[in-house]
Each structure stands twice: as structure tokens, then as C-alpha cells.
């Protein structure tokens, strides 16, 4: 039987909380889903949509984290994960496995999607390049 007092119950409607720009990446903005908070700290789920061009991209970096997906919600993103290309449009979902190097470099502006990470306050950590990343499609 689930444990009812490990987390709370949450809802939260689009108006309830504010995109914020003080997220991982500054080109991106952010919208929190309070499950964070219901969970206390063991999952954290998030909005990200595109904020500005993708110039530079996230560069090569891996996450400390148990669990992670990404579900693309609208427009589509380009991400390296190790030495492959991968496109990732409206409709599909991808389970970043822990550890994994990988780098977002190019993305639609009306890129936004809904990640999903345990636990909540995970690492983002820079790695050395895996490979030539090609370069972004100017807007």
C-alpha cells in the first residue's frame, strides 16, 4: 500500500504560476508544476519553452539525476545524446537515461516542452565535447 503522507496533493491550473527566466538555461523560460513542492523534493516537473534563439545551444553536459523524460509538448528540439542526432517534435517522449552526455542545440521558436526529473534539485554538469555538434537554424 502507497505511503499517503509522503507526498501532498497538487493541482495546479496554467494561471497559477508565472513563466520565470531564472531557470537552468536563460534562453529558456521555466513554469513550475508544484510537484516539487507535493513530492518534497523527490520529483520535479517543469515547463520549458524557448525564450531566444538558440545561439550557443546548452553545451555538452550530463545531469545527476535517478530519472528524467521529456515530453514534447509544441514545435520540436534538437538534441546531440552521445554522438547522435536526435529530433525530437510535438508528441514524442524521451527518457534521458542518468548520466547520459547530451546537448540541446537547436530548437523551434515555439519550442516547449514538459520535463520531468527525480530527484527535484538534480545536477546539471558540463562534460567534455563527445563530438562536432552542427550548428542551429537562425530564426
Known amino acids: 500500500m502507497l505511503d499517503k503522507t509522503s507526498t501532498t496533493f497538487s493541482h495546479v491550473k496554467p494561471a497559477d504560476t ?19 513542492d507535493a513530492t518534497h523534493g523527490k520529483v520535479i516537473a517543469h515547463l520549458v519553452k524557448a525564450n531566444m534563439a538558440p545561439e550557443k545551444g546548452t553545451g555538452w553536459h550530463r545531469h545527476e539525476a535517478d530519472f528524467q523524460i521529456v515530453i514534447m509538448t509544441k514545435g520540436w528540439a534538437k538534441f546531440m545524446y552521445e554522438d547522435k542526432v536526435t529530433l525530437v517534435e510535438a508528441g514524442d517522449c524521451v527518457h534521458q537515461r542518468p548520466g547520459i552526455a547530451h546537448y540541446l542545440f537547436d530548437y523551434s521558436p515555439d519550442m516547449e516542452y514538459l520535463e520531468i526529473v527525480g530527484p527535484a534539485d538534480f545536477k546539471s554538469i558540463d562534460v567534455p565535447a563527445v563530438c562536432d555538434v552542427p550548428s542551429p537554424t537562425p530564426w
Open 18 to 36: 508565472a513563466w520565470r527566466s531564472d531557470g537552468l538555461r536563460d534562453f529558456f523560460l521555466y513554469k513550475d508544476l508544484g510537484v516539487a
